[in-house]
């Protein structure tokens, strides 16, 4: 691991912990084993790094662009993207919680954590509307039912289960998707 990564590395850790206020410099370079001027060398600010922590935790919430997942059958692209949204943000809920948190005080970073998770609604969006179009299912706001789709996974995923005094384990995920997946595929058809 370079460098930069481990920068990288300690910063997500300690912003998961202890939130943007109460992480400092030093300690993030106390954490990467580097002193602070290198932490500053790399990236100017503590905002920088907080950006870049940012980035590399949404960047992993998309869905593939490609679309090389999709298959056709709606039931079960759907449910490709329920359940891995789901493992997504279940395995990143403190994180993502924090972040949305820190928004508060750090307003400039609302565009950086609602990036991915637009793109994907958009995403989907077009998806259903390609499946209205078929005539498989009634969608006249496909970006609505998009919204809906994704907030229900977001919803349980971070906020939910921070709830609860146990992670769901994979079968509880895969219900949870079937289940979400069922509700929405009842109001589309």
């Not at 001027?37 to 949404?58: G, H, P, Q, S």
């Not at 593939?64 to 056709?72: A, C, D, L, M, N």
Request: contains cysteine; aromatic residues 10%; neutral net charge.
């Amino acid at each position: 691991m370079n460098t930069e990564e481990k920068i990288i590395q300690a910063a997500t850790l300690l912003f998961k912990q202890q939130g943007y206020t109460k992480t400092t410099t030093i300690s993030i370079a106390e954490k990467a084993g580097v002193s602070e001027v290198t932490v500053f060398r790399y990236f100017k600010t503590k905002e920088n790094l907080f950006k870049r922590v940012v980035m590399d935790i949404t960047s992993k919430a998309g869905i593939p662009s490609s679309g090389s997942f999709i298959t056709g059958d709606l039931e079960k692209d759907l449910l490709f993207i329920a359940y891995h949204a789901l493992k997504y943000f279940i395995n990143n809920g403190k994180t993502i919680r924090m972040m949305m948190f820190e928004t508060v005080n750090h307003p400039e970073i609302v565009s950086m954590i609602s990036e991915i998770p637009f793109q994907n609604i958009n995403l989907i969006s077009e998806y259903m509307k390609r499946q209205d179009k078929a005539g498989k299912i009634n969608c006249e706001n496909s970006y609505k039912c998009a919204e809906v789709f994704i907030s229900s996974l977001l919803g349980y995923g971070v906020g939910l289960t921070a709830l609860k005094d146990k992670e769901p384990d994979e079968n509880e995920i895969k219900e949870t998707a079937e289940f979400i997946v069922s509700a929405l595929l009842k109001t589309l058809k």
